[in-house]
C-alpha cells in the first residue's frame, strides 16, 4: 500500500505531528525533512494548478500568509504532497 494512502485508511499509522486532519487533506509532519506536509486523500502524481491554489490557501489559514510551498515531491512521485516552509 502506498505510504501516503495510508494515512487516509489507517490514522494510527501516522506517527509524527498532525497539523490538520480534513476529508480530503491532511498535514502532518514530514518523517524525513520535519516540516509540514500536505496529503491528499486521491493518489495520483498531479493536481491542477486551482487545486494548489486551494491547497496553498488552506495552509495560509493554519500556518499564515508568509509561508512557502515546496511543490516538488523528492522521494515520493505518485501520490501528490507538498511541504510548507513556515518562517521562524
Known amino acids: 500500500m502506498c505510504e501516503l494512502c495510508e494515512v487516509f485508511d489507517n490514522p494510527d499509522s501516522i506517527k509524527t505531528g498532525l497539523y490538520w486532519d480534513g476529508r480530503d487533506m491532511k498535514i502532518l509532519e514530514c518523517k524525513t525533512c520535519g516540516v509540514p506536509m500536505g496529503v491528499i486523500r486521491e493518489h495520483k502524481a498531479k493536481v491542477s494548478s486551482g487545486m494548489k491554489a486551494k491547497y496553498r490557501n488552506g495552509c495560509k489559514r493554519i500556518f499564515g500568509d508568509d509561508i ?20 521562524e
Not at 511543490?71 to 501528490?80: A, E, V
Request: proline share 5%.
Open 68 to 87: 512557502k510551498i515546496r511543490w516538488k515531491m523528492s522521494k515520493i512521485k505518485d501520490h501528490f504532497h507538498f511541504h510548507i516552509i513556515v518562517p
